[in-house]
T-cell receptor
């Protein structure tokens, strides 16, 4: 149990376009989902936390108007990178937690990630 | 200063070797500690939690030293399949859900 999927697994887009990434919890209801970004040889950085049915909480330095997060159901969260630029090229990983506002780390289940390349 | 610091490595060891990684964290109020494993271009996977009393899971032993603010991971009898990047992760006192990742230590186990 506790499987999280992401789609697409990789995407190449042109500068200025928008890209939507989906994160789904396949066998459990995720009250909280998290979006991370990882640049090459760097650590995963939390971008935002979303609870089902409410607005996402963004980490300092993450532009909420550029990275739109929707958590409309207990099994689906989406991240839309608007007007993507080459510097947005990164590995985007979501995780899901069963409990409200998440819990300690062992209850976060990670998706396989989406590799975004903006040309 | 980074909140979680790790030696990036790589640590290149032969099969069967024992290898140890250390990690330091800057926030003394951190409350939970973990080691994750990340394979190339994959998501991180929880390896083990780290407790003050130390804990062991098969060939893996984790230790926490709160006074010195460091965490260690010991891998005994290394296998080729242990080759990966090991991520040290802490959660701050004020946000139990927030995972703060180190940039990882890369391990290469050679035949």
């Amino acid at each position: 149990g506790a499987v999280v999927s992401q789609h697409p697994s990789w995407v190449i887009c042109k500068s200025g376009t928008s890209v939507k990434i989906e994160c789904r919890s396949l066998d459990f209801q995720a009250t909280t989902m998290f979006w991370y970004r990882q640049f090459p040889k760097q650590s995963l950085m939390l971008m935002a936390t979303s609870n089902e049915g409410s607005k996402a909480t963004y980490e300092q330095g993450v532009e909420k108007d550029k990275f739109l997060i929707n958590h409309a159901s207990l099994t689906l969260s989406t991240l839309t990178v608007t007007s993507a630029h080459p510097e947005d090229s990164s590995f985007y990983i979501c995780s899901a937690s069963r409990s409200s506002s998440g819990s300690v780390g062992y209850e976060q289940y990670f998706g396989p990630g989406t590799r975004l390349t903006v040309t | 200063r980074k909140e979680v610091e790790q030696d990036p490595g790589p640590f290149n060891v032969p099969e069967g070797a024992t290898v140890a990684f250390n990690c330091t964290y800057s926030n003394s109020a951190s409350q939970s500690f973990f080691w994750y494993r990340q394979d190339c271009r994959k998501e991180p996977k929880l390896l083990m939690s780290v407790y003050s009393s130390g804990n062991e899971d098969g060939r893996f032993t984790a230790q926490l030293n709160r006074a010195s603010q460091y965490i260690s991971l010991l891998i005994r009898d290394s296998k080729l399949s242990d080759s990966a990047t090991y991520l040290c992760v802490v959660t701050p006192m004020d946000s139990s859900y927030k995972l703060i990742f180190g940039s990882g230590t890369r391990l290469l186990v050679r035949p």
